[in-house]
């Protein structure tokens, strides 16, 4: 088995207080902290032993249990009937070689590093001797005064990316640092003053695990039958945890001949195979919630039941099959009896109001007794029920969620969606329901959220036309609708189709006599000077234009990447032109005295007119193409692409040409495409569009605009 290291607590019996170890800890493993790890280095063997004996009842095997450094002391624990199951070692501490075989293979084993040192030496010891490691500090704390360098959010991914080995967060981790963990490659945080010094323990470790599991994908497994038709079993469930945003996984209890009309024939595997896919999947991969649905048999449900006892998944949503939709109950008494024993493993129970009646041991009349029963349930099983009204009469369809134990009953209204694709619709509820809840969703969000989400695809079941019979919900039918089928480009891709686009452009500047003309020298001083007054007009706008793509930034680095880039406009670029049009009078009101060319008023209509459009990705779409067609060509000009004379120090305009190659520049235009990029990738489909069509626009203006000077000349 894989073990859940998402959130670890690390014992510390001053930082507990009063309230001590063991209280805290329970408390802790109530909120949901996943493993526990007993330090205590004032304590001797004897005093360690019996706190791993008092910590494994209270835990109850709801959290895995290790020692940090004291290997006899856990040996002697075991002894003595406690469920410790492993160890925690120190570079300095007993050898993970002899810990490994003191403690079996079935151990957990981990091991502190923090220098790629201790990670080479990881790699050369025997695979399956360490589990995982214990990575930092992150930063410096006082319960471990003695500690190495703090290696920071950085340093800890630049370590973990070495091994394959998943690596816990230690050290001064607070719970800021979550989503940057995670993203950093963090299989958990190894938490201590935190907790331990909590006032609340279990409120505090419940935000923790909500925050770890809003951060990251959730690993969702069914158990449950399969319908070759898609509709119900783990087909449904597979669509439903991913129409809800989880992985999901599958192990087949059952296999069934069935359609939209009904159920021809069933087939039950061995529950050892039963058993065989379950271990296959957690010897893997950490599982952050499981849905449970159609059991057989008594042999199932038990291997069922004993699988949970020994994983112990965070997350488990039972779907009790039992009553057929004709009321035929579905299992034998065996069956029935050990399901019983199965809800007791369950955090949320769904039963329909047929099931719930079975359950609770009693007919059950109106919503009213529904709802008392389901409170009865709740107190037997330890467990939240959520009654299912679909099978009442008339339009108002209520669900409501109960938990006895948590001091919850909330009731969800709803009005009949008149269909009937109602095939599968509880297996979808309880797998979507399986998913939210390990995506840190509370149980009464992820209720309401689970039913807005499956009464958007029972509304749109029609659409699916699948079956002669009850057919099947539309799983994705808002994902269809507001995400559509296009995939994603990449900012590569993005870079080169737009690249591409403007081939025939990059074609039409090339040939232009105007560009032949100042590559070859033979350009007359009067179209050049045109080119340069235009030009400054241009800048001088052009830096406004840049200032609003400032002003609209959403990040601080695209905010100041685009300030300096309308500050070179004005005070690098125009400085230059100034050289050539009022030399020695500097950047002056004369600069701008000429009238705009018609070119030169439709580009920068073009740029103002998206600029206060108030779109930040279409701006800079826009503004793309004076530093990305400017570039190339400089590049071209300055490798004697258009003939050597281009490069010779005689050259007429020769200072002018050295601008083209300023690597300076050169490097803004690639941050410019990267931004750009970046942005279009990451769009809405239509948003990328319309960046598109302005960068199309402005490059199409980039050709107009070096035709100008003689065009001008011409209609003179």
Same mark, same amino acid.
């Given at each position: 088995?894989?073990?859940?290291?998402?959130?670890?607590?690390?014992?510390?019996?001053?930082?507990?207080?009063?309230?001590?170890?063991?209280?805290?800890?329970?408390?802790?493993?109530?909120?949901?902290?996943?493993?526990?790890?007993?330090?205590?280095?004032?304590?001797?063997?004897?005093?360690?032993?019996?706190?791993?004996?008092?910590?494994?009842?209270?835990?109850? *095997?709801? =959290?895995? +249990?290790? /020692?940090?450094?004291? @290997?006899? !002391? %856990?040996?002697?624990?075991? $002894?003595?009937? #406690?469920?410790?199951?492993?160890?925690?070692?120190?570079?300095?501490?007993?050898?993970?070689?002899?810990?490994?075989?003191?403690?079996?293979?079935?151990?957990?084993?981990?091991?502190?590093?923090?220098?790629?040192?201790?990670?080479?030496?990881?790699?050369?010891?025997?695979?399956?001797?360490?589990?995982?490691?214990?990575?930092?500090?992150?930063?410096?704390?006082?319960?471990?005064?003695?500690?190495?360098?703090?290696?920071?959010?950085?340093?800890?991914?630049?370590?973990?990316?070495?091994?394959?080995?998943?690596?816990?967060?230690?050290?001064?981790?607070?719970?800021?640092?979550?989503?940057?963990?995670?993203?950093? *490659?963090? =299989?958990? +945080?190894? /938490?201590?003053?935190? @907790?331990? !010094? %909590?006032?609340?323990?279990? $409120?505090?470790? #419940?935000?923790?695990?909500?925050?770890?599991?809003?951060?990251?994908?959730?690993?969702?497994?069914?158990?449950?039958?399969?319908?070759?038709?898609?509709?119900?079993?783990?087909?449904?469930?597979?669509?439903?945890?991913?129409?809800?945003?989880?992985?999901?996984?599958?192990?087949?209890?059952?296999?069934?001949?069935?359609?939209?009309?009904?159920?021809?024939?069933?087939?039950?595997?061995?529950?050892?195979?039963?058993?065989?896919?379950?271990?296959?999947?957690?010897?893997?991969?950490?599982?952050?919630?499981?849905?449970?649905?159609?059991?057989?048999?008594?042999?199932?449900?038990?291997?069922?039941?004993?699988?949970?006892?020994?994983?112990?998944?965070?997350?488990?949503?039972?779907?009790?099959?039992?009553?057929?939709?004709?009321?035929?109950?579905?299992?034998?008494?065996?069956?029935?009896?050990?399901?019983?024993?199965?809800?007791?493993?369950?955090?949320?129970?769904?039963?329909?109001?047929?099931?719930?009646?079975?359950?609770?041991?009693?007919?059950?009349?109106?919503?009213?007794?529904?709802?008392?029963?389901?409170?009865?349930?709740?107190?037997?099983?330890?467990?939240?029920?959520?009654?299912?009204?679909?099978?009442?009469?008339?339009?108002?369809?209520?669900?409501?969620?109960?938990?006895?134990?948590?001091?919850?009953?909330?009731?969800?209204?709803?009005?009949?969606?008149?269909?009937?694709?109602?095939?599968?619709?509880?297996?979808?509820?309880?797998?979507?329901?399986?998913?939210?809840?390990?995506?840190?969703?509370?149980?009464?969000?992820?209720?309401?959220?689970?039913?807005?989400?499956?009464?958007?695809?029972?509304?749109?079941?029609?659409?699916?036309?699948?079956?002669?019979?009850?057919?099947?919900?539309?799983?994705?039918?808002?994902?269809?609708?507001?995400?559509?089928?296009?995939?994603?480009?990449?900012?590569?891709?993005?870079?080169?189709?737009?690249?591409?686009?403007?081939?025939?452009?990059?074609?039409?500047?090339?040939?232009?006599?105007?560009?032949?003309?100042?590559?070859?020298?033979?350009?007359?001083?009067?179209?050049?000077?045109?080119?340069?007054?235009?030009?400054?007009?241009?800048?001088?706008?052009?830096?406004?234009?840049?200032?609003?793509?400032?002003?609209?930034?959403?990040?601080?680095?695209?905010?100041?990447?685009?300030?300096?880039?309308?500050?070179?406009?004005?005070?690098?670029?125009?400085?230059?032109?100034?050289?050539?049009?009022?030399?020695?009078?500097?950047?002056?009101?004369?600069?701008?005295?000429?009238?705009?060319?018609?070119?030169?008023?439709?580009?920068?209509?073009?740029?103002?007119?998206?600029?206060?459009?108030?779109?930040?990705?279409?701006?800079?779409?826009?503004?793309?193409?004076?530093?990305?067609?400017?570039?190339?060509?400089?590049?071209?000009?300055?490798?004697?692409?258009?003939?050597?004379?281009?490069?010779?120090?005689?050259?007429?305009?020769?200072?002018?040409?050295?601008?083209?190659?300023?690597?300076?520049?050169?490097?803004?235009?690639?941050?410019?495409?990267?931004?750009?990029?970046?942005?279009?990738?990451?769009?809405?489909?239509?948003?990328?569009?319309?960046?598109?069509?302005?960068?199309?626009?402005?490059?199409?203006?980039?050709?107009?605009?070096?035709?100008?000077?003689?065009?001008?000349?011409?209609?003179?």
């Amino acid at each position: 088995m894989i073990a859940d290291l998402s959130l670890y607590l690390v014992t510390d019996p001053d930082l507990c207080g009063e309230r001590g170890v063991v209280e805290t800890v329970r408390r802790a493993v109530d909120g949901g902290v996943r493993i526990v790890q007993l330090r205590d280095k004032t304590a001797t063997d004897a005093e360690t032993t019996a706190q791993l004996v008092e910590l494994s009842r209270v835990i109850e *095997g709801r =959290a895995l +249990l290790v /020692v940090n450094d004291r @290997l006899d !002391a %856990a040996l002697a624990a075991r $002894e003595q009937g #406690a469920r410790v199951d492993g160890v925690h070692l120190g570079q300095g501490d007993a050898s993970v070689l002899r810990a490994r075989e003191a403690l079996g293979a079935e151990a957990l084993i981990g091991l502190t590093a923090n220098s790629r040192e201790h990670f080479e030496a990881v790699r050369a010891l025997p695979p399956g001797t360490v589990d995982y490691l214990g990575v930092g500090v992150i930063r410096p704390t006082s319960t471990k005064p003695d500690h190495p360098p703090a290696l920071g959010v950085a340093g800890f991914r630049a370590l973990v990316e070495t091994t394959v080995l998943p690596c816990v967060a230690i050290g001064g981790v607070a719970i800021d640092d979550i989503e940057r963990l995670r993203t950093a *490659g963090a =299989a958990g +945080l190894a /938490v201590v003053s935190a @907790l331990c !010094a %909590a006032a609340d323990p279990a $409120e505090t470790a #419940a935000t923790f695990v909500r925050r770890w599991r809003a951060a990251g994908t959730p690993r969702v497994l069914s158990i449950a039958g399969s319908d070759p038709s898609g509709g119900a079993g783990i087909q449904a469930d597979l669509k439903s945890i991913a129409a809800n945003g989880g992985y999901g996984m599958a192990a087949l209890t059952a296999l069934t001949a069935q359609n939209t009309t009904g159920v021809r024939g069933v087939h039950v595997p061995p529950a050892t195979f039963l058993r065989e896919q379950l271990d296959a999947i957690s010897d893997d991969i950490v599982i952050d919630a499981v849905k449970i649905g159609m059991l057989a048999n008594a042999d199932v449900i038990r291997t069922v039941a004993d699988w949970l006892d020994a994983v112990r998944p965070p997350i488990v949503v039972l779907d009790p099959v039992m009553v057929a939709t004709s009321g035929d109950r579905l299992l034998d008494q065996d069956a029935e009896a050990a399901l019983r024993e199965l809800l007791r493993r369950a955090h949320v129970v769904t039963p329909n109001l047929g099931e719930l009646a079975v359950l609770a041991g009693r007919a059950t009349s109106g919503w009213d007794d529904a709802l008392a029963a389901a409170e009865d349930l709740s107190t037997a099983i330890g467990a939240a029920v959520l009654v299912k009204g679909g099978h009442l009469d008339g339009d108002d369809v209520p669900d409501a969620l109960v938990d006895v134990g948590e001091g919850v009953r909330r009731e969800y209204q709803g009005t009949r969606i008149r269909t009937a694709n109602t095939h599968g619709t509880g297996c979808s509820l309880s797998s979507a329901l399986a998913t939210r809840l390990a995506r840190g969703e509370t149980a009464v969000d992820a209720v309401a959220s689970t039913r807005a989400w499956l009464r958007e695809a029972l509304r749109e079941s029609e659409t699916l036309r699948v079956g002669r019979g009850h057919g099947p919900v539309s799983h994705f039918a808002g994902l269809w609708e507001r995400g559509g089928l296009e995939t994603r480009p990449t900012p590569e891709q993005i870079r080169a189709a737009w690249w591409a686009r403007t081939a025939d452009v990059r074609a039409g500047i090339d040939e232009l006599p105007f560009i032949r003309g100042l590559a070859d020298g033979t350009l007359a001083r009067e179209p050049f000077l045109f080119y340069l007054a235009q030009d400054a007009l241009y800048l001088r706008e052009y830096a406004r234009v840049l200032a609003e793509a400032s002003r609209l930034a959403p990040t601080p680095h695209e905010q100041a990447f685009w300030a300096r880039s309308a500050e070179g406009a004005i005070i690098g670029e125009l400085e230059l032109h100034a050289s050539w049009l009022t030399p020695g009078e500097g950047v002056e009101a004369a600069m701008f005295s000429v009238a705009p060319a018609p070119a030169t008023v439709a580009y920068l209509d073009h740029l103002r007119s998206v600029a206060f459009g108030g779109d930040y990705a279409e701006l800079v779409a826009a503004v793309l193409p004076c530093f990305w067609l400017y570039t190339d060509l400089g590049q071209r000009l300055h490798a004697g692409e258009f003939g050597e004379y281009a490069r010779d120090p005689r050259h007429p305009y020769v200072s002018w040409l050295a601008t083209y190659a300023d690597p300076a520049f050169e490097d803004a235009t690639d941050q410019a495409i990267a931004l750009v990029s970046a942005a279009a990738a990451t769009a809405a489909p239509a948003t990328r569009d319309r960046m598109l069509r302005a960068f199309e626009v402005s490059s199409a203006h980039e050709l107009a605009f070096f035709a100008a000077p003689f065009a001008s000349a011409a209609s003179a």
